[in-house]
């Protein structure tokens, strides 16, 4: 999982098998964000909603997110 709680299917199937993610999803573990993309239950609603429209963070959201100062 990266720093912010989220995965491509393909990295998770890589490291733990399609059987163990599809047993996280089931138990409520993971959850699925995206065709393709997975994340903790507790990972950054701004993350996943980045990622539900089909993007991601940009700058100043990712420097936000990581707790550095942004100008309003």
């Known amino acids: 999982m990266n720093s912010q709680g989220v995965q491509k299917r393909a990295e998770l199937d890589r490291h733990w098998g399609r ?4 047993r996280a999803v089931r138990e ?6 995206a065709r393709g ?3 903790l ?3 950054s609603s ?10 991601r ?3 100043v959201s990712a420097a936000q997110h990581h707790g550095l ?3 309003d």
């Open 28 to 33: 409520g573990r993971l959850i699925v964000v």
């Open 57 to 59: 963070l940009d700058c």
């Open 41 to 43: 239950p507790d990972a």
């Open 69 to 71: 100062w942004v100008p």
């Open 46 to 55: 701004d993350v996943l909603r980045a990622i539900r429209l089909g993007g």
């Open 19 to 22: 059987a163990t993610v599809d």
């Open 37 to 39: 993309w997975y994340a």
